[in-house]
């Protein structure tokens, strides 16, 4: 209820008051909308990313976060920046790859073999091209960020692929993710993240395609006899403006929003290559028996999937390609376009960031 009231209210300002909306003192305010909730390094990425913007542009633009999916779904998300109701969101690759074949490269099976390369890889060229195919959706591609590699959690024992078989495995909702469980013998079932714990914890669904870092923040451990190490995918996060609110900005405002976001994408991607082991860690510590598999364990899935989905768009094999430059390099040299630019923010000013929903605000 509360969720859909606040849609309401930023659907009807929107058409009051056009893409940013302005106080009596003519102050801008730009809503960044994601489904993590505070805690998470998305929404700590957004947070910084507003405590610059208000450093910079102090008493011109206030910059309000709604995390926690506050807004509702990707989909519903994906509509709101399109009509210009929200400004920017970080979103999850699913929405994009039901809407363009494009992003369905990303969950290309065994791309790399863990969050470091991953970083690498979506820091290229490759990554870049995607994320520029947001256009066709009346999008700006503002940089590409990340979450930890996939890995399997299931509430009863697993310890090789046909342990899987039959079970309700949590998916997102995307066509190339619910087609490689498909191939791997599961019934895919599609759930947010939001409601993953109730779906585990009662028995909706049997396993679940996650991470480390939510295994750990939402104690879905505590209800699991398997935690696998698979690595089996990567999990990229795309961060993106309403092209009609980047319209109504100034070429000097782009062009620091630009640096500014690519910049914290950035740190976002190294600190998952150094996060998603550490989240790793700390499961061990509370006792989880982490099971590590290799790629025997998907192999048969990996190959169906890849029959089926590298003819569909040549960004398969174009990431593919780049991924095994990476693993063969023993640094990351295959970097698109670097942000070098420093951004200086002399205002000591520190404005208030809105995390709607939030009572520690900052
Ligand atoms: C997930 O749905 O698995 C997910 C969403 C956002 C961040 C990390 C994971």
């Not at 082991?277 to 499961?283: T, V």
Request: aromatic share 8%; hydrophobic share 40%.
């Amino acid at each position: 209820m509360q969720r859909i009231l606040i849609c309401l209210v930023i659907i009807v300002s929107t058409q009051l008051l056009s893409c940013f909306s302005v106080d009596a003192v003519s102050r801008k305010t730009i809503r960044i909308g994601l489904i993590t909730p505070p805690p998470h390094m998305w929404t700590q990425s957004a947070q910084q990313i507003a405590k610059s913007i208000q450093e910079k542009y102090p008493g011109e633009f206030e910059v309000s976060i709604f995390p926690s999916g506050q807004l509702g779904n990707e989909a519903q998300m994906l509509q709101l920046l399109q009509t210009g109701a929200i400004d920017f969101a970080f979103l999850t690759t699913s929405e994009l790859a039901n809407r363009l074949v494009e992003f369905s490269a990303f969950y290309t099976p065994y791309l790399v073999s863990d969050s470091k390369q991953a970083a690498c890889l979506l820091s290229g060229k490759t990554a870049q091209q995607i994320l520029k195919s947001t256009e066709k959706l009346g999008l700006v591609g503002m940089g590409i960020g990340m979450a930890g590699m996939r890995q399997i959690v299931a509430r009863d024992l697993v310890l090789q692929q046909s342990d899987l078989q039959g079970l309700k495995v949590r998916v997102t909702p995307d066509l190339p993710l619910t087609d490689f469980w498909k191939l791997a013998d599961t019934a895919p079932t599609a759930i947010p993240l939001s409601g993953l714990f109730d779906a585990f914890t009662n028995g909706q669904v049997d396993a679940m395609h996650i991470d480390f870092e939510n295994t750990l923040r939402l104690k879905f451990y505590e209800h699991a006899k398997s935690v696998l190490q698979t690595d089996h995918m990567i999990f990229p996060m795309v961060a993106l403006a309403s092209a009609k609110s980047w319209r109504q900005l100034e070429s000097n405002q782009k062009n620091y929003l630009k640096i500014l976001f690519e910049q914290q994408l950035k740190q976002l991607r190294d600190g998952y290559s150094e996060a998603d082991r550490k989240f790793k860690l700390l499961l061990i510590e509370r006792g989880v028996n982490v099971i590590s598999l290799d790629q025997e364990f998907f192999a048969n899935a990996s190959k169906l999937w890849l029959d089926r989905w590298q003819n569909r768009t040549p960004y398969v094999n174009l990431l593919k390609q780049e991924a095994m430059t990476i693993k063969q390099s023993s640094s990351c040299d295959l970097k698109g376009k670097e942000t070098k630019q420093v951004l200086a923010s002399d205002d000591k000013s520190s404005k208030k960031i809105i995390l709607v929903g939030d009572v520690k605000s900052e």
